[in-house]
Nanobody
Framework: QVQLVESGGGTVPAGGSLRLSCAAS????????MGWFRQAPGKEREFVAA????????SYTDSLKDRFTISRDNTKNTVYLQMNSQRPEDTAVYYC????????????????????WGPGTQVTVSS
């Protein structure tokens, strides 16, 4: 069973960049599809991006794909989310999640498709 811990959150001015990291332990990291989700106050948790176990396939929510990049380093058991040109509406708690299914199996866009979650990291974008 994998444990996940996010880091790298903080406060950034509009137009700035942040890179989030999610360190995994206790499981076979390179067998998991990894995802990033976010949840703003008063809103539902929404899909941001996912990456396949080998790092070669990615998916994004359409509105973020030009500014956000997901990647992973299986030698470090870490998945990353690079966020550029940030906007105040990106303010949210960001969560990483893991699912032990092949990338194209099941619903990688839904929070319900992920069994393992980190505690989240706050990202605040100031205007």
């Amino acid at each position: 069973q994998v444990q996940l811990v996010e880091s790298g959150g903080g406060t950034v001015p509009a137009g700035g960049s942040l890179r989030l990291s999610c360190a995994a332990s206790g499981g076979t990291f390179n067998s998991y599809t990894m995802g990033w989700f976010r949840q703003a106050p008063g809103k539902e948790r929404e899909f941001v991006a996912a990456v396949s176990s080998d790092g070669y396939s990615t998916s994004y929510t359409d509105s973020l794909k030009d500014r956000f990049t997901i990647s992973r380093d299986n030698t470090k058991n870490t998945v990353y989310l690079q966020m550029n040109s940030q906007r105040p509406e990106d303010t949210a708690v960001y969560y990483c999640a893991a699912r032990q299914f092949p990338f194209y199996t099941g619903n990688r866009y839904s929070a319900a498709g992920y069994a393992y979650w980190g505690p989240g990291t706050q990202v605040t974008v100031s205007s």
